[in-house]
């Protein structure tokens, strides 16, 4: 079955500093894998996706994320963080169901804090 | 990209009554979802919505307790059944947007049971 992993519950950043969330994934085939973004009280908000071509993906709000063969790794990034990045952080993979059915596999969340 | 509107935003109910979440999506989705969120935790599914159909559950969760219907490509609605203070959770709809791969999700509803 396909999974992904965060292995950081928090991450703490100083504003203007670069920041990193790490997520790992098994899967059998090729991976579609995710980053989404949680603010309080919302819901779930797309950041970027890889499905093929360059492992560095960009996304919204000035994120990207570097997929990683070898590591199996799909590492979130942005050159400067924001006070207002500050939200907890899912990375997803799709799992193939059956023809043209799916399933999103959520990780455990990666707390990200900016501080000023 | 596909906006998703849930109903009702939160709920406090008694434990023993049933409550029934709404979702519509704005544009058309190939598949709809329902989860569950603890604040601050990781999303669990419940069920995949299907058009038409009986929903496809998850191992934990049965249809009697959490019936799901879907009669169109745009809207769905999730039950939480004869609740208990064990049901108090978020509950996320979300949307396969055709064509891109991406899930969308509605803001949420949150459901506290006394």
């Known amino acids: 079955a396909q999974s992904v992993a965060q292995p950081e519950d928090q991450v703490n950043v100083a504003e203007g500093n670069p920041l990193t969330v790490k997520c790992t994934y098994s899967v059998s085939g090729n991976p579609y894998l995710f980053w989404y973004v949680q603010y309080p009280n919302r819901g779930l908000q797309f950041l970027l996706k890889?499905?093929?071509?360059?492992?560095l993906v960009k996304g919204s709000y000035g994120f990207e994320a570097e997929f990683n063969k070898s590591q199996t790794s799909f590492h979130l990034k942005k050159p400067s963080a924001l006070v207002s990045d500050s939200a907890l952080y899912f990375c997803?993979?799709?799992?193939?169901?059956?023809?043209?059915?799916?399933?999103?596999?959520f990780g455990t969340g990666t707390r990200l804090k900016v501080l000023a | 990209s596909a906006v998703i509107s849930q109903k009702p935003s939160r709920d406090i109910c008694q434990r023993g009554t049933s409550l029934t979440i709404q979702c519509q999506v704005d544009?058309?989705?190939?598949?709809m979802f329902w989860y569950r969120q603890q604040p601050g935790q990781s999303l669990t599914l419940i069920a995949t919505a299907n058009q038409g159909s009986e929903a496809t559950y998850e191992s934990g969760f049965v249809i009697d307790k959490f019936p799901i219907s879907r009669p169109n490509l745009t809207f769905s609605t999730l039950t939480v059944s004869n609740m208990s203070p064990e049901d108090s959770s978020i509950y996320l709809c979300s949307g396969l947007s055709v064509g891109t791969g991406e899930l969308f999700f509605g803001e949420g509803s949150r459901l506290t049971v006394l």
């Open positions: 997803a993979v799709r799992d193939v169901i059956g023809s043209g059915t799916y399933k999103y596999i």
């Open positions: 544009s058309q989705v190939t598949m």
């Open positions: 890889y499905i093929t071509g360059d492992n």
